[in-house]
């Protein structure tokens, strides 16, 4: 490479920068598409199960408070429960029959403990609901003291009649950034809904 004329030096060195480009390309192409060849056919998420001390308390819990409406459940199924239905996700309730599998401590609000959380859009409306309702809340606000720039993410934690957290958030002010495998992101679409029947079955 010494005794290669500077402008030759210069022309080489572009040539390999390309080479290794066009490389790099063709090894992330190589990726997505075995990426999409392994990719799981899931489509969104159906329900969230859960098992309850009362079918009834439950059930006017996830109906005055979060909003969801009772279905029909299938003939087959011979034990007490519930379904519920509402913003394209399912709540399904079953009757325990060991209540010492059921979370011991009602009162203790922990962000860090196992939850489901439901994208709101007016949380000052939602913690004015739980109010009301007496129900016991722990409200935060995360990533405005980060001083990064970001956005503010509020919170409202709180439990159902059996001690399962819920959290209430806008999260849809934060944005997703993947850190791998952007091609195998399948985002939700109306097709992933079941079948809903929108008319009247004269329960009013």
């Known amino acids: 490479m010494k005794n290669i004329p500077i402008r030759w030096r210069f022309i080489l060195r572009q040539r390999e920068k390309k080479r290794k480009g066009k490389k790099k390309r063709r090894e992330m192409q190589n990726e997505v598409e075995k990426e999409k060849d392994e990719s799981t056919p899931l489509m969104a998420l159906n329900h969230v199960s859960r098992?309850?001390?009362?079918?009834?308390?439950?059930?006017?819990?996830?109906?005055?408070?979060?909003?969801?409406?009772?279905?029909?459940?299938?003939?087959?199924?011979?034990?007490?429960?519930?379904?519920?239905?509402?913003?394209?996700?399912?709540?399904?309730?079953?009757?325990?029959?060991?209540?010492?599998?059921?979370?011991?401590?009602?009162?203790r609000l922990d962000p860090m403990d196992n939850h489901i959380s439901f994208q709101c859009e007016d949380m000052e409306a939602m913690e004015q609901k739980l109010k009301d309702m007496n129900i016991k809340c722990m409200k935060r606000t995360v990533g405005e003291d980060s001083g990064g720039g970001g956005p503010a993410i509020d919170q409202l934690f709180f439990k159902d009649p059996d001690g399962f957290m819920i959290e209430i958030c806008n999260c849809e002010n934060l944005k997703l950034v993947p850190q791998n495998s952007i091609g195998r992101i399948k985002l939700p679409s109306d097709k992933h809904n079941p079948p809903v029947e929108m008319g009247t079955n004269g329960n009013g």
């Open 51 to 107: 098992v309850c001390r009362s079918v009834k308390e439950s059930v006017e819990f996830y109906t005055k408070i979060l909003g969801f409406v009772v279905i029909e459940r299938p003939e087959s199924l011979d034990f007490d429960g519930a379904w519920l239905f509402n913003y394209g996700v399912g709540i399904h309730l079953v009757q325990s029959k060991d209540e010492e599998k059921l979370p011991r401590d009602k009162d």
